[in-house]
C-alpha cells in the first residue's frame, strides 16, 4: 500500500505540476509555447494521478483501471514535446492541424488499446504498491519516446548552434533537464517494468518534477515570465501545499490513534 511518505510526495508532485500548468497557460493562452508546454505538464499530472490511484485503491478492477489509464501521459508526451521543441525559444515554422494530427498517431494507436492485455494485462498488489505486468503496447511507447524525444532533442541543438545569449542558455536548461528527465523515465517505466521489475513505476512520475525544476530555474533565472507574477503565485501556492499537507498529517495521527 501506498506510505505515508510517498503518498505526500505524490500529492506534492501532483500540485506543483496543476499549479505549473495553470501559471503558464494562464501567462499567454495564445502563445503555442505555452499552449504546448502546459499541455505536456498536463499529462505528466494526468501520469501521477493514475499511479498514484492505482497504488492506492487496493481494489483489483478499480487498481488495473488506472494502471492501464496510465501509460496514457507518457503516450501522449513525445508528440506533444516535439511540437513544444519546434516553437521553444523561437519558432521554426507554423506546423498545420493536419501535421499536428498526423505526429500524434502513435498516440492514438496506443490510446486505442489502453483498456486491453496489449496495454496491462495483469496486476498484484505488493507491500511497496501495485505491480503490473507491460504488454506489447509498451514496446511501441518505447518506440514512440527514442524517436520523437530524439528528434526534439536534435532541433533543439540545432537551435542552440544557431542562438546567442540569453536563447542559448534556455536551450541548454531545457536540453538537459530533458534528457535526465528521459533517461529515469525510461528506465523507471518502460526499461524495468518490461523485465519483471514493477515497483520502478512508482518512482516514474516524481521524475517529470526535474524537467519542471529545469525550466522553473530558466524561469527565475533568465525572466522567462514576469519574475513578480512567479513570486506572488508562488508564495499562495506554497501556503496551499502546506496547508494540505498539514491536514494529511493531522489526519494520519488521528486515525493512527483510534
Do not use: C, H
Not at 21 to 34: C, P
Not at 44 to 73: C, E, K, T
Not at 179 to 188: H, N
Amino acid at each position: 500500500m501506498t506510505t505515508g511518505v510517498s503518498f505526500v510526495l505524490y500529492l506534492i508532485t501532483i500540485l506543483i505540476l496543476l499549479f505549473i500548468t495553470w501559471l503558464v497557460y494562464s501567462k499567454n493562452k495564445k502563445n503555442r509555447i505555452n499552449i504546448f508546454f502546459s499541455i505536456f505538464t498536463l499529462l505528466g499530472l494526468i501520469w501521477a494521478i493514475s499511479v498514484f490511484l492505482s497504488d492506492l485503491i487496493r481494489i483489483y478492477d478499480i487498481s488495473i483501471f488506472w494502471a492501464q489509464v496510465a501509460i496514457l501521459g507518457p503516450a501522449w508526451m513525445p508528440p506533444t514535446f516535439l511540437i513544444f521543441s519546434n516553437y521553444f525559444p523561437r519558432r521554426i515554422k507554423d506546423l498545420s492541424r493536419i501535421r499536428i494530427f498526423l505526429l500524434y498517431i502513435p498516440s492514438y494507436i496506443i490510446t486505442l488499446f489502453v483498456f486491453s492485455k496489449y496495454n496491462v494485462s495483469s496486476i498484484s498488489f505488493e507491500s511497496w504498491g501495485t505491480d503490473f505486468t507491460p504488454g506489447l503496447i509498451y514496446y511501441l511507447l518505447f518506440f514512440e519516446f527514442i524517436v520523437y524525444i530524439g528528434l526534439a532533442l536534435l532541433i533543439l541543438f540545432k537551435k542552440w548552434k544557431e542562438s546567442k545569449g540569453l536563447s542559448k542558455q534556455q536551450i541548454i536548461y531545457l536540453w538537459f533537464g530533458t534528457i535526465i528527465t528521459v533517461i529515469l523515465g525510461l528506465l523507471f517505466n518502460l526499461i524495468l517494468p518490461i523485465y519483471e521489475i514493477g515497483v520502478s513505476s512508482v518512482y516514474g512520475p516524481f521524475v517529470t518534477l526535474i524537467f519542471v525544476l529545469f525550466i522553473a530555474y530558466a524561469i527565475l533565472k533568465y525572466r522567462l515570465m514576469d519574475i513578480r507574477v512567479i513570486i506572488r503565485r508562488s508564495a499562495v501556492f506554497a501556503v496551499l501545499v502546506a496547508l494540505i499537507t498539514s491536514i494529511y498529517s493531522l489526519l494520519a495521527y488521528v486515525i493512527g490513534i483510534f
